[in-house]
Structures are given as C-alpha cells and as structure tokens.
C-alpha cells in the first residue's frame, strides 16, 4: 500500500491510499476492499469499502481518496500517527489483512522560506549515520537503533544521512 496525504486544511485532510492486488487464477475474480483509517488511540476516524474485479493473471490498482475530520498532524515534536488496516475479502473470506502507520503531514519547499512542514519554516539539523552499531558491529538490534535515534535527538539533530549500506528496518 501506498498511502500519502495530498491536501490538508484547517478541519479536515484528504489521505490518498493506493493498494496494488494481484490475481494470479486464470479467472476474473471479484474482491472486497475495505480500508479503516484509525488514529494513534485506535479511534476509527473513517471506513471505506468498495467492490473491485481483478482479471486473471494482472493486476488491478486501487486508489481511494478517505476525508479525515479534524486530522492530528505529524510534527516534530508531536509524532501522530494513523494506521491503515487494509482488508481483501473474496468470497466473504478475509484473504489479506495489512497496516500501515502513517502521519498526516505536508512538505513543502519554498526558496524564500527552505524546508516548510505543515507550512512553517523548519531548519534540518542533520548529521550522517553508519548502518553498523559500533562495537556491536553491522547486526542491527532493536535497541541499538532505537538508541541512535535518541543519541541524534538529544544532540538536537532533526535529519539524518545514511551512508554506504541501507538502515534496517528497526531504524526506519
């Protein structure tokens, strides 16, 4: 799933959540797609369901447009996030079952005002990272990646760099 947050107002934001399925039968096949966008306390903030019909042997792309009311943004010192649960039924079976997080954000970039997020002006502070964990070596603990992560915000860095090798997804 793709999930982005194209528009964003005082009192509501659009959240655009793209779900790629594939049909690997021979035959066309009717599914069931029902998206639930809940926010960090598990409140539902909106349901959608739609039918779709996937032909054999493809794929079919599914992209819906969800209306949050009164959204939570993301922020640097206020985290937010939603989760995305993502379900395919077919035959009033559940076949496939997905979350996602996710904030509600926007990013801009202006050559007057540089990096804006959520339209305020913010200046990245960052520093470049090594995939490896010291003398723990390249094994990527949960704990050691949470750490660098706390060592990088308490220094005041707000961007991070990775070089030569790809974070974990632990990092991440």
């Known amino acids: 799933a793709k999930i982005t947050t194209p528009e964003i107002h005082e009192n509501s934001a659009n959240v655009?959540?793209?779900?790629?399925?594939?049909?690997?039968?021979?035959?066309?096949?009717?599914?069931?797609?029902?998206?639930?966008?809940?926010?960090?306390?598990?409140?539902?903030?909106?349901?959608?369901?739609?039918?779709?019909?996937?032909?054999?042997?493809?794929?079919?792309?599914?992209?819906?447009?969800?209306?949050?009311?009164?959204?939570?943004?993301?922020?640097?010192?206020?985290?937010?996030?939603?989760?995305?649960?993502?379900?395919?039924?077919?035959?009033?079976?559940?076949?496939?079952?997905?979350?996602?997080s996710f904030g509600i954000r926007s990013i801009d970039f202006s050559a007057e005002k540089g990096f804006l997020l959520n339209g305020k002006s913010l200046l990245l502070k960052g520093g470049c990272l090594h995939h490896d964990n010291g003398l723990l070596g390249a094994a990527a603990f949960d704990r050691a990646e949470i750490r660098k992560v706390e060592i990088m915000k308490a220094n005041g860095f707000n961007a991070i760099r990775f070089s030569h090798n790809p974070p974990s997804e632990s990092f991440l």
Not at 46 to 52: G, L
Not at 54 to 74: D, T
Not at 90 to 97: E, T, W
């Open 16 to 100: 655009e959540v793209a779900v790629t399925r594939q049909n690997d039968d021979d035959k066309e096949m009717a599914a069931q797609i029902t998206i639930h966008l809940k926010d960090k306390n598990g409140k539902l903030a909106d349901t959608v369901t739609e039918n779709i019909m996937v032909e054999g042997n493809a794929e079919n792309r599914f992209i819906k447009q969800i209306q949050v009311k009164n959204p939570v943004l993301w922020s640097l010192e206020s985290p937010n996030l939603y989760t995305a649960e993502i379900v395919i039924e077919v035959g009033n079976k559940i076949i496939d079952n997905y979350q996602q």
